[in-house]
């Protein structure tokens, strides 16, 4: 049999994660095993960027396309932050249906033996907000001290996702909600407005969410006030926008008090480090020719008697073609903005063949994904002048409410050290109740040890204790300035023993906000010299704001943290500072949603071999990663359509049991 070629276009989440199932997948039939790579057979991977692999592979910035983590000095042993994706919701590791959790995400940081990176982390339970000149937190909120808006019946007594609650109860009874993943497939297809709503209201009993806009929704329900307090005081502009509301009322429920996240220690970015070690391991191991070409990207895709055909570009010339090949199938690991380039190229090129991408129902489809710009933008300084610290020179009037005290790995290996007692630490490893749990005060960390050791702690081993467990991160504080949301790292790290750095994602912003820093890139005095559909910044990596920009962040920075008559200045300058603007090429999004009247389902079924939307045709050209996926915005939605393309259409035996857990929506399979 003559040896296969597989090809991946893109090297992020769902390209890696595809090339690593394609390597250690096991075959459930005969047709699976005929599918699976051989040894003498090839498996390319193209990257439009030159990511920062392995030793032998270096590239320009760390791995991971819409993650990337940023370290003090580009040194892994110093702080770092996150400038992309930073967290996945923790899976318990047990199968039911009700079992909450990203579970790809899960299995993978596991199986390449990242567990012991793996730590809470933390969300404050007590926000600070700063919403039209005012400083407040959470909990202060109330009738005596409502936030500053003029909600219909007194909503601004209440917290500000009180609007998302009002929205969900609409159609989903408390009693009897969705709570699987099935259940909310489900209800994208079927959820409907359930309640009689007054002959004023746009909107009325029965109308299905599909079919309406969640702004269209939030405005109609919560009056101008509300829902600008909605939208102020949530932090992300993205879940108000005007997506499908069924989806939209699913994922504004997630962000709701027990989720537990996780990140790594070494940075969310190192994930993507061990799949690519993991794939060249595979690939040797098992006698696979592995070809990884970064600064490459796919510039036109057709479907010739079975065979896929494509040619490719450059980045130092990235609008012509430099060459083309012949695949026995392609995966097309990239977001809608590279897909509608690849789409453009092959619309006009004078070769004959099936182009998929330019059916009309394959357009259609994907066009149902909406481009959400984000921003982030990473400052590191010598002091955490955002909390009460003696090293401070300033102490904040409204320091971030963040303090926290946790039990890891890493807390064990130090109280240890210090001596505390072998069979306490046993007893508190063993423990999940207890072990990554964030607790709120002093008083309850010692209590649930006390409980779990079974003994009363010394005043010193007390000390001990709460000195080791102590964090001071993550937060967020929320903003209705364009910084919007702050994000606060700390000193994280490795190297405990080097002089401290301290990180804050000094603005987490998205949709609109994104263009207020963009006029910032280039200083005063800078004119504009690339053009934007050329300005490939997120693949080169962060890059050092400007003068202006940080100034404008310490101004902001100080209103939120000093109050609203703060001077810029009284927020320290600091040791660097850099930006991600992921609205650039070839991204133009950090993140996507559905737009309304689309059947979501029927989406994520079919555009992933878009092929089956053409009558009498079937190629080897699949559409993989968060965009079109049933956990848009996360690394999950990545792995998880990637999964299911292996398993669905190569006969790869599922990672994971998925009886309870659908990978994407099964449309009533």
């Keep these: 049999m003559k040896n296969k070629t597989y090809s991946i276009f893109g090297a992020g989440a769902s390209g890696l994660y595809t090339a690593w199932r394609l390597l250690n997948g ?45 370290h ?93 609650s009002t929205i969900e109860s609409l159609a989903v009874n408390p009693n009897a909600n969705p709570k699987t993943r099935a259940e909310w497939c489900e209800f994208y297809q079927n959820g409907a407005i359930n309640v009689e709503l007054p002959e004023s209201s746009v909107f009325q009993k029965g109308d299905k969410l599909k079919n309406i806009g969640y702004w269209n929704l939030l405005f109609d329900q919560l009056g101008s006030e509300g829902f600008q307090y909605t939208a102020d005081g949530n932090g992300y502009t993205s879940n108000i926008i005007n997506w499908n509301a069924a989806v939209a009322i699913q994922a504004n429920d997630e962000f709701t008090p027990g989720s537990q996240y996780k990140t790594l220690t070494k940075g969310y970015s190192s994930m993507f480090n061990a799949l690519f070690e993991a794939i060249v391991q595979l690939a040797k191991k098992n006698g696979v020719k592995f070809d990884y070409q970064p600064d490459t990207r796919l510039h036109s895709i057709l479907d010739k008697n079975g065979k896929v055909h494509f040619s490719l570009a450059t980045r130092k010339n990235p609008d012509k073609k430099a060459a083309s090949k012949v695949s026995d199938a392609a995966w097309l690991a990239m977001p809608p903005y590279a897909l509608e380039l690849v789409a453009q190229a092959t619309r006009y090129a004078d070769d004959e063949g099936l182009d998929v991408l330019n059916h009309e129902s394959v357009q259609n489809y994907l066009s149902s994904a909406i481009m959400q710009p984000s921003y982030k933008i990473g400052m590191f300084f010598d002091t955490p002048w955002w909390i009460n610290d003696p090293n401070n020179k300033n102490n904040p009037v409204y320091q971030a409410p963040i303090l926290a005290w946790e039990l890891t790995t890493d807390v064990l290996e130090v109280l240890a050290k210090k001596g505390f007692p072998l069979r306490y630490i046993e007893k508190i490893n063993k423990d999940p109740a207890i072990l990554n749990n964030p607790y709120a005060s002093s008083a309850a960390i010692i209590e649930a040890v006390v409980q779990c050791i079974n003994e009363r702690l010394t005043i010193e081993q007390e000390k001990e204790l709460l000195s080791a467990s102590q964090r001071n991160t993550i937060g967020p504080s929320i903003t209705d300035t364009p910084i919007r949301q702050v994000v606060y790292f700390g000193n994280n790290a490795l190297d405990k023993d080097a002089k401290p750095v301290y990180g804050i994602l000094a603005s987490y912003d998205d949709e609109q906000f994104t263009s207020f820093w963009e006029e910032l890139e280039y200083g005063n005095d800078d004119a504009e010299k690339v053009p934007f559909s050329e300005n490939y910044q997120p693949l080169i990596g962060p890059r050092k704001a400007k003068e202006v920009m940080v100034k404008m962040l310490r101004q902001q920075l100080a209103a939120l943290h000093f109050g609203p008559q703060a001077d810029y200045s009284i927020v320290p300058e600091p040791l660097e500072c850099r930006y991600m603007d992921w609205s650039l090429p070839p991204f133009n999004a950090g993140y996507h949603a559905y737009a309304a009247h689309y059947n979501v389902c029927d989406i994520q079924q079919k555009i992933r071999k878009p092929s089956q939307l053409i009558k009498n045709a079937d190629a080897n050209i699949f559409i993989v990663g968060e965009a079109y996926s049933n956990d848009q915005a996360w690394v999950e939605g990545a792995f998880c359509t990637a999964e299911s393309v292996l398993n669905d259409f190569f006969g790869v035996r599922p990672i994971i049991d998925d009886e309870h857990y659908p990978f994407i929506c099964p449309c009533g399979r």
């Excluded at 790579?37 to 030793?55: I, P, S």
Aim: aromatic residues 12%; charged residues 20%; proline residues 7%.
């Design 26 to 70: 096991e075959p459930d039939s005969k047709p699976g095993e005929e599918k699976q790579l051989l040894a003498g057979d090839t498996l390319e991977l193209y990257d439009w960027g030159k990511y920062d692999f392995t030793k032998e592979d270096p590239g320009t910035r760390a791995a991971g396309a819409r993650v990337c983590t940023w």
């Design 72 to 164: 003090y000095n580009n040194d892994k042993t110093q702080s770092y932050l996150e400038l992309g994706g930073m967290r996945y919701s923790a899976w318990n590791g047990q199968p039911g249906a009700i079992n909450q959790g990203h579970r790809l995400v899960t299995t993978v940081i596991n199986k390449l033996g990242l567990d012991k990176y793996s730590v809470p982390f933390n969300v404050s339970s007590n926000t600070l907000f700063y919403l039209r000149t005012k400083n407040m937190y959470l909990n202060d909120i109330s009738s005596s001290n409502p936030a500053p808006y003029n909600v219909d019946n007194y909503g601004a007594t209440t917290p500000p996702d009180t609007g998302f």
